[in-house]
């Protein structure tokens, strides 16, 4: 257990974070000592408040000061941010537990703050939406296909593990904390490596495979991609460097599984009869009876249904093809693909898929989620605010997002067909 331990240490998290410039400050504060995260709030709106030492209350202080405590609705109506995350999804804004507050401190280098929220953003669902969609328009469908299952199934176990070990986030102090966005759910392991680390190195394994890329260029920039992401982690204060270990370990011990029979699996998938049965079948289970953990109340589940549902859908979606004879089984050359330089027409070209595809999943899931969700809350007989249940959350997010992984890998291409922007060889990657 001392290796664990170690690694599970704040005192790691909070030196990593002094090398990279944040300061903590105390919570009884001056507006001169006060300095912010750059787009949290300006300096102007945050100085008339300060958090009272051991307490969860705010007053208003210098010129302002008038000794009442602040309530965050008050603060809310002047248009200054709250100064805690309610929950981790912003679509039902439920709060269960303890709130977490953003750590008051300063910024030393401001461009590391900007480099690894950037950095934190290839572990969100706005980046899983729009980069494994890009792969299936514009790049390579089999890519897409080896990469969102392991992903898919990594996410998953990092999901299933949060909810079982229920380890606490760093705590604060020694660490700043600059993130709340996840805050209300557990942080053994990080999702954000298990995402770090599946997604880039399943892509560099499967490119060097396939296509005339060096393997030191590929796996080069696995490794920059996986570093940023896990060091976002602990600069931001969310997770322990044990967190982040762990995340990569699950994506490590998952390719190893999955990758080495990776032909034969997706070949089921795309040409087999049962292949929708079963994963319909697995989706579904897993994301209702065979959900290996307790049920917390937070939207760690949620956010597994998400991932396991689109990835069945994508999945379903590359199914449908072969099976309406859209997609054409060409043997794979002798050689590795050679990569050419894109001429502007293909660049225009595949910004213009990637416009296409997200305009349409961002119309598909505003509607079907509307829908879906009346319409489990009007089975149930709940109100709307009761959309945090777990019986409400689960069936409307798993239809939402399995919706979504048809749209993106049977619809859209359909939709780029028609508007003759069409990708040759998008079906006739079936190896």
Known sequence: MGIVNFLNSPQIVAKFQKICGVEGLPDQMTADETDVTPGYMGEEQYEKYVKVRDTENYVLHGRYKNNNSVKTNDLQKEGVPPFSSDDSDSENGHSRGKLYKITPHK??????????????????????????????????????????????????????????????????PPVVRLDVDFAQEFSLPSTHAVAASSI????????????????????????????????????????????????????????????????????????????????????????TILYPAPEIGNNTRGDAVKIIATTTGCLLGQWGNYFNGMT???????????????????????????????????????????????????????????????????????????????????????LHTKFGLGRSGIYMEVL
């Open 200 to 287: 880039p190195f399943t892509m560099a394994i499967v490119i060097v495979d396939r296509y005339q890329v060096p393997a030191e260029v590929a796996f080069g920039v696995a490794t920059v991609w996986c570093l940023m992401t896990c060091g976002s982690r602990l600069y931001l204060g969310v997770h322990s460097l044990l967190d982040v270990v762990c995340g990569c370990l699950i994506s490590l011990m998952v390719a190893m599984v999955i990758l080495p029979f990776r032909i034969q699996i997706d070949w089921f998938i795309q040409t087999s009869p049962a292949s929708p049965i079963v994963l319909l079948a697995l989706c579904l289970a897993f994301s």
């Open 107 to 172: 910024i030393r280098h401001k461009w590391v703050y900007f480099w690894f929220k950037f950095a934190s953003f290839f572990g969100d669902e706005e980046f899983y939406l729009t980069c494994l969609p890009f792969l299936l328009w514009n790049v390579d469908t089999y890519l897409m296909r080896q990469t969102v299952i392991v992903w898919s199934i990594s996410m998953y176990i990092g999901s299933v593990m949060k909810d079982i070990f229920q380890w606490q986030r760093p705590a604060t």
């Open 328 to 414: 054409t089984t060409v043997a794979p050359p002798e050689e590795l693909f050679p990569i050419f330089m894109p001429t502007l027409k293909c660049v225009a070209s595949a910004i213009l898929r990637f416009m296409i595809g997200v305009l349409t999943l961002v119309l598909v899931k505003t509607v079907v989620q509307t829908v879906t969700l009346k319409g489990v809350l009007a089975f149930f007989r709940l109100r709307k605010t009761d959309k945090h249940l777990p019986k409400v959350q689960v069936p409307y997010r798993f239809i939402t997002y399995m919706t979504l992984g048809i749209i993106i890998s049977w619809t859209v291409p359909i």
